[in-house]
């Protein structure tokens, strides 16, 4: 067979699965650490149920990808968990879903791995959204889980450190309301409103136009100009002025108002 008709046969086979997101919809890439809780517990024993060395290998991770070829609105994690939100009209890769899976995830785990100093690797999913609506659901969504995870797992560790073994420690939460967890924590000195926001809420990444200083070479009159620059935010806003960053956002203005 000619290498052209094999070629062109065999194509249709690897193409089956492209369906390119039509423009003008939302898509939300989300990346999962893959046995991130062996790596973070046994391999590398970060301090549980949070570390901020762990926080800032994430932070790290998330400045890179907002940067690495695609146009990224917001970088949003939680956890071992990064979502990013594409500009509607971002073509790259002709919006194939198979292409920004794989990059994504491929570009996450090689910037982390050389971060931590070990080989990691994280797994992509991804979200089309008919509309803002459902983006500004999306990220609630996850700050919801944000929370429901710090609070876990702070009571998690309480009964950890009192001297349960995993399996009770999980099979007793399996029965304790969101008001006892709370309680629970409470009693034994750890007031959950009090905790960092980036546990609670997670953190996000987006840019943001900041003014710098300089001097004209020419007059020497002081001037200012506009960079645009990342910005990492560990105190995101909650509730409806979480709504309204986003809605900022998607109607083509800054996260921050």
Not at 12 to 21: K, Q, S, Y
Not at 48 to 61: K, Q, V
Not at 121 to 145: C, H, K, N, T
Not at 200 to 209: E, L, N
């Amino acid at each position: 067979m000619h290498n052209d008709t094999m070629e062109a046969r065999l194509r249709a086979f690897e193409n089956a699965l492209d369906h390119p997101v039509p423009v003008g919809f939302q898509i939300v890439v989300r990346l999962d650490g893959r046995s991130f809780t062996r790596l973070t517990k046994e391999i590398c024993a970060f301090e549980s149920p949070f570390d901020i060395r762990f926080r800032d290998l994430m932070a790290t991770t998330c400045q890179h990808l907002m940067a690495c070829g695609f146009n990224v609105l917001f970088a949003y994690s939680e956890s071992d968990e990064i979502s990013l939100l594409l500009h509607p009209e971002d073509v790259a890769f002709s919006r194939k879903p198979r292409k920004l899976i794989s990059i994504l995830a491929g570009e996450a785990s090689a910037v982390f791995s050389v971060a931590l100093g070990r080989a990691a690797a994280f797994d992509g999913r991804l979200s089309i959204l008919p509309g803002d609506e459902q983006v500004v659901d999306y990220f609630r969504w996850r700050m919801a889980d944000a929370a429901r995870c710090c609070l876990n797992g702070h009571a998690y560790w309480l009964l950890r450190g009192q001297g349960q073994d995993g399996q009770l420690a999980s099979n007793t939460l399996l029965r304790t309301s969101q008001t006892d967890k709370h309680d629970l924590l409470f009693a034994n000195g750890i007031n959950f409103d009090a905790l960092p926001a980036w546990q609670k809420r997670g953190f996000g990444v987006y840019w943001a136009d900041v003014e710098k200083s300089g001097l004209n070479l020419k007059t020497g009159e002081p001037t200012i100009t506009q960079r645009r620059n990342l910005q990492l935010d560990f105190e995101l806003p909650i509730g409806e002025a979480y709504a309204n960053a986003f809605q900022r956002l998607l109607a083509g203005g800054h996260f921050v108002s």
